[in-house]
């Protein structure tokens, strides 16, 4: 009986809006088959298969939608992905083990994480050529720039710093100590905090960007679960900067927290081992990828529900939906 | 010659750009002199015994830098961290013999300014140094003696414990035999004092988690050559009538840490058995195929720098200097007395690419974590398993709880 009332729903919902919202493309990097699954964001149904490079983790899309983006860590190399034909049309030479990046506000240059060499690696984009590298931390991996573009934050998993790094100068210029295997950096978007996940400490930090300094630490507790079990990952903020989404890990669950009091609102049951996320630019869903039950789901963003379940390749690790 | 041009010009510009970095190095001394200060110190000694050995197959002979070469890795990742805080972390290893004299080497090391000891020695050498070490004050993290004796009876108060008990690994692997409802064994064992022990722990988890040890056997060391010619058809004929006349059992259990006959069990039993302990199905620390919870990037990390796989004592070690460096980094203090009163507190968790923070039972001191059981390949499982519960962690159903300890010194 309950599995029948939620057919219907979901029947209603896509029924409701297939005819005003628009279908986006959602990539999703699958760490263990070497793939990228591309799933329409209305009808969600993987729409194709890619064949990538190895161990594809993190992934993201130009601004004008026709580039993907995409981190092959054991080839050592960010391949380009054209969104209309799906090849892989060239590379970009991001230094050893590309993790996870983030792309500068304009687009133009990307900033990567080199998890096996301590540096942070910023590429020309146009140019296909490295601009500079930047020691950081043991094992750095979250990588989140200011709305200005004018800082980048990069976490380091064994070192346990957020690095704050001037993008005009490279220099790295305040180093916040969180908690354990800080794992992704998310800005507000009035670009006045950044939100740190901590892995293994079981946290978010939100640091003070101004005074670089930490000002607030979330902490989550679910009934009947462990605390070691709750490990937050991936971090998303919508765009008007009231809610934010925390992935955690093998918690199975997507944490909803109100950004004026820090208070967790809701806990999203999803797959399992959730790690990363992304919104549909329209901010009709929220899409978590779960390593371990092989799918993506969709989270309504207005009720915080999950909608739907898509099945995708081999331990999806990243996910981000076309802007267009 | 067509050559020499290029060449001279970006000889040239190497000159000048040296030339800038030395002028802004020299900028940003006067802007900022408490960052150009010297770094303060951590001076980690290593203590190890250790000779060549044999074993019985050549892929189990311990690499000459085994520990020394994961505490090196972690020296390297605490420096990267130590750039940011103005900390600069140092290790000093000495080896002696099996049988050598680990007061004179732990006078040596202290004497170079030694603030804190790993040591990968017997029960007895550690013994024989502890009592010193805490009157100098330094902290002691046992990496390599896996005897139960030193969290226990003769426990310290400056004696941290990363190596796991023999107690902990026999759990690690009972609860899993458990969970696989493989419930009655039989027990193959040496005839030296640390094959008694595993022994001995391997009954303790029978009794603790619903197994039966259906039979025994002793396997006496007739100090035979570990390698002949011949060996492999005699061992063929010899195996299956050493395990002829055991009872029904649904898994061979092995305690062979001397290395006497345990690697020659399985595949070569009476009947077909699975075989685990020190043999077949092991657990262990660390297991060099672990890719699961970022493994694989300390893996990386470690075959780069030492050009082979990452074993459980290169783990140990590894686990050992990083809770060193992570307590420094957090207390912003290279003093061992802050260092060990930051381990000891609520606050202190290290991790160690097992899927949690690992925190020290404060009762005894020993390093909490899940253990690994794995064939010579590959990982089957990890333990604790799902169902075995407990109302602080998880973790404290391996090994010896805080109601059982014989600790009394805290």
Same mark, same amino acid.
């Given at each position: 009986?309950?599995?029948?009332?939620?057919?219907?729903?979901?029947?209603?919902?896509?029924?409701?809006?297939?005819?005003?919202?628009?279908?986006?493309?959602?990539?999703?990097?699958?760490?263990?088959?070497?793939?990228?699954?591309?799933?329409?964001?209305?009808?969600?149904?993987?729409?194709?298969?890619?064949?990538?490079?190895?161990?594809?983790?993190?992934?993201?899309?130009?601004?004008?939608?026709?580039?993907?983006?995409?981190?092959?860590?054991?080839?050592?190399?960010?391949?380009?992905?054209?969104?209309?034909?799906?090849?892989?049309?060239?590379?970009?030479?991001?230094?050893?083990?590309?993790?996870?990046?983030?792309?500068?506000?304009?687009?133009?240059?990307?900033?990567?994480?080199?998890?096996?060499?301590?540096?942070?690696?910023?590429?020309?984009?146009?140019?296909?050529?490295?601009?500079?590298?930047?020691?950081?931390?043991?094992?750095?991996?979250?990588?989140?720039?200011?709305?200005?573009?004018?800082?980048?934050?990069?976490?380091?998993?064994?070192?346990?710093?957020?690095?704050?790094?001037?993008?005009?100068?490279?220099?790295?210029?305040?180093?916040?100590?969180?908690?354990?295997?800080?794992?992704?950096?998310?800005?507000?978007?009035?670009?006045?905090?950044?939100?740190?996940?901590?892995?293994?400490?079981?946290?978010?930090?939100?640091?003070?960007?101004?005074?670089?300094?930490?000002?607030?630490?979330?902490?989550?507790?679910?009934?009947?679960?462990?605390?070691?079990?709750?490990?937050?990952?991936?971090?998303?903020?919508?765009?008007?900067?009231?809610?934010?989404?925390?992935?955690?890990?093998?918690?199975?669950?997507?944490?909803?927290?109100?950004?004026?009091?820090?208070?967790?609102?809701?806990?999203?049951?999803?797959?399992?081992?959730?790690?990363?996320?992304?919104?549909?630019?329209?901010?009709?869903?929220?899409?978590?990828?779960?390593?371990?039950?092989?799918?993506?789901?969709?989270?309504?963003?207005?009720?915080?529900?999950?909608?739907?379940?898509?099945?995708?390749?081999?331990?999806?690790?990243?996910?981000?939906?076309?802007?267009? | 010659?067509?050559?020499?041009?290029?060449?001279?010009?970006?000889?040239?510009?190497?000159?000048?750009?040296?030339?800038?970095?030395?002028?802004?190095?020299?900028?940003?001394?006067?802007?900022?002199?408490?960052?150009?200060?010297?770094?303060?110190?951590?001076?980690?000694?290593?203590?190890?015994?250790?000779?060549?050995?044999?074993?019985?197959?050549?892929?189990?002979?311990?690499?000459?830098?085994?520990?020394?070469?994961?505490?090196?890795?972690?020296?390297?990742?605490?420096?990267?961290?130590?750039?940011?805080?103005?900390?600069?972390?140092?290790?000093?290893?000495?080896?002696?013999?099996?049988?050598?004299?680990?007061?004179?080497?732990?006078?040596?090391?202290?004497?170079?300014?030694?603030?804190?000891?790993?040591?990968?020695?017997?029960?007895?050498?550690?013994?024989?140094?502890?009592?010193?070490?805490?009157?100098?004050?330094?902290?002691?993290?046992?990496?390599?003696?896996?005897?139960?004796?030193?969290?226990?009876?003769?426990?310290?108060?400056?004696?941290?414990?990363?190596?796991?008990?023999?107690?902990?690994?026999?759990?690690?692997?009972?609860?899993?035999?458990?969970?696989?409802?493989?419930?009655?064994?039989?027990?193959?064992?040496?005839?030296?004092?640390?094959?008694?022990?595993?022994?001995?722990?391997?009954?303790?988890?029978?009794?603790?988690?619903?197994?039966? !040890?259906? =039979?025994?056997?002793?396997? #006496? $060391?007739?100090?035979? @050559?570990?390698?002949?010619?011949? &060996?492999? %058809?005699?061992?063929?004929?010899?195996?299956?009538?050493?395990?002829?006349?055991?009872?029904?059992?649904?898994?061979?259990?092995?305690?062979?840490?001397?290395?006497?006959?345990?690697?020659?069990?399985?595949?070569?039993?009476?009947?077909?058995?699975?075989?685990?302990?020190?043999?077949?199905?092991?657990?262990?620390?660390?297991?060099?195929?672990?890719?699961?919870?970022?493994?694989?990037?300390?893996?990386?990390?470690?075959?780069?720098?030492?050009?082979?796989?990452?074993?459980?004592?290169?783990?140990?070690?590894?686990?050992?200097?990083?809770?060193?460096?992570?307590?420094?980094?957090?207390?912003?203090?290279?003093?061992?007395?802050? !260092?060990? =009163?930051?381990?000891?507190? #609520? $606050?202190?968790?290290? @991790?160690?690419?097992?899927?949690? &923070?690992? %925190?020290?039972?404060?009762?005894?001191?020993?390093?909490?974590?899940?253990?690994?059981?794995?064939?010579?390949?590959?990982?089957?499982?990890?333990?604790?398993?799902?169902?075995?519960?407990?109302?602080?962690?998880?973790?404290?159903?391996?090994?010896?709880?805080?109601?059982?300890?014989?600790?009394?010194?805290?």
């Amino acid at each position: 009986m309950p599995s029948r009332i939620m057919i219907v729903g979901l029947g209603l919902a896509v029924g409701m809006s297939a005819g005003s919202a628009l279908a986006y493309e959602v990539y999703v990097s699958n760490e263990r088959d070497n793939t990228m699954s591309v799933v329409d964001s209305e009808t969600m149904e993987v729409l194709r298969t890619v064949e990538v490079g190895q161990r594809p983790r993190g992934i993201t899309v130009s601004r004008d939608g026709r580039f993907i983006y995409l981190c092959a860590s054991d080839d050592d190399t960010v391949e380009i992905i054209d969104t209309e034909t799906y090849e892989i049309v060239g590379t970009l030479p991001s230094g050893p083990d590309p993790e996870l990046f983030v792309l500068s506000p304009d687009g133009e240059t990307l900033y990567v994480a080199n998890e096996d060499d301590n540096l942070v690696t910023v590429i020309d984009i146009a140019g296909k050529k490295v601009l500079g590298e930047i020691p950081v931390g043991v094992e750095p991996e979250g990588m989140g720039i200011s709305p200005d573009g004018t800082t980048l934050v990069n976490t380091s998993e064994t070192t346990n710093m957020a690095h704050f790094i001037d993008t005009a100068s490279h220099e790295n210029t305040h180093n916040v100590l969180v908690d354990a295997r800080p794992r992704f950096a998310e800005f507000m978007p009035d670009g006045e905090e950044v939100w740190v996940s901590a892995e293994i400490g079981g946290t978010v930090a939100v640091i003070d960007n101004a005074t670089r300094e930490i000002k607030h630490k979330i902490e989550f507790e679910i009934p009947g679960m462990r605390s070691e079990s709750i490990q937050p990952v991936g971090v998303r903020i919508n765009k008007d900067g009231t809610k934010a989404y925390v992935a955690l890990g093998p918690a199975n669950r997507v944490a909803v927290i109100d950004t004026e009091t820090y208070e967790v609102e809701k806990y999203v049951l999803v797959g399992q081992r959730v790690w990363q996320l992304a919104f549909t630019p329209d901010e009709k869903y929220i899409i978590s990828t779960n390593g371990v039950s092989n799918d993506i789901t969709f989270i309504d963003v207005a009720s915080d529900e999950p909608v739907h379940s898509v099945t995708v390749g081999a331990e999806p690790w990243g996910v981000v939906v076309s802007p267009k | 010659m067509k050559r020499a041009a290029p060449r001279t010009l970006a000889l040239s510009f190497v000159i000048v750009l040296l030339a800038f970095s030395a002028s802004a190095a020299c900028a940003q001394e006067a802007e900022n002199p408490g960052e150009a200060a010297a770094p303060a110190e951590i001076r980690i000694g290593y203590l190890r015994a250790y000779e060549p050995q044999l074993a019985l197959s050549v892929l189990d002979i311990p690499p000459e830098d085994i520990g020394i070469a994961g505490a090196d890795v972690a020296i390297g990742d605490n420096n990267t961290t130590g750039r940011f805080l103005g900390q600069e972390f140092i290790l000093e290893a000495v080896t002696i013999p099996f049988d050598g004299d680990a007061a004179a080497a732990y006078r040596d090391l202290r004497a170079g300014g030694v603030q804190f000891l790993l040591t990968d020695i017997s029960a007895e050498q550690l013994l024989s140094i502890v009592d010193t070490a805490a009157e100098d004050g330094v902290l002691v993290f046992n990496v390599g003696a896996a005897d139960g004796i030193l969290r226990e009876e003769e426990c310290r108060a400056n004696l941290f414990h990363i190596a796991p008990t023999r107690s902990m690994l026999a759990d690690a692997l009972a609860q899993y035999l458990v969970w696989k409802q493989w419930r009655r064994w039989v027990l193959l064992y040496g005839s030296h004092e640390k094959d008694r022990r595993f022994a001995d722990a391997l009954r303790r988890a029978a009794h603790r988690f619903g197994g039966e !040890i259906v =039979a025994e056997k002793l396997f #006496e $060391d007739t100090g035979t @050559a570990r390698r002949t010619d011949t &060996g492999v %058809t005699l061992i063929q004929r010899h195996m299956p009538v050493f395990t002829q006349d055991l009872p029904e059992h649904d898994v061979v259990l092995v305690a062979d840490e001397s290395e006497v006959f345990g690697t020659y069990v399985p595949y070569r039993t009476w009947v077909p058995r699975p075989v685990a302990g020190t043999a077949g199905l092991v657990p262990s620390a660390w297991h060099p195929a672990s890719e699961q919870w970022g493994g694989t990037q300390i893996q990386n990390r470690f075959e780069k720098a030492s050009g082979r796989r990452m074993l459980s004592k290169d783990m140990s070690a590894w686990t050992a200097v990083r809770v060193i460096g992570e307590a420094a980094t957090r207390t912003g203090s290279t003093d061992p007395a802050d !260092i060990d =009163a930051f381990i000891r507190s #609520e $606050d202190f968790s290290i @991790a160690a690419f097992k899927g949690q &923070g690992l %925190t020290f039972r404060p009762w005894n001191r020993q390093l909490r974590q899940p253990i690994f059981l794995g064939d010579t390949r590959s990982v089957i499982s990890t333990s604790p398993q799902e169902g075995f519960l407990h109302q602080v962690s998880e973790l404290d159903t391996l090994g010896v709880d805080e109601p059982e300890t014989q600790c009394r010194r805290r």
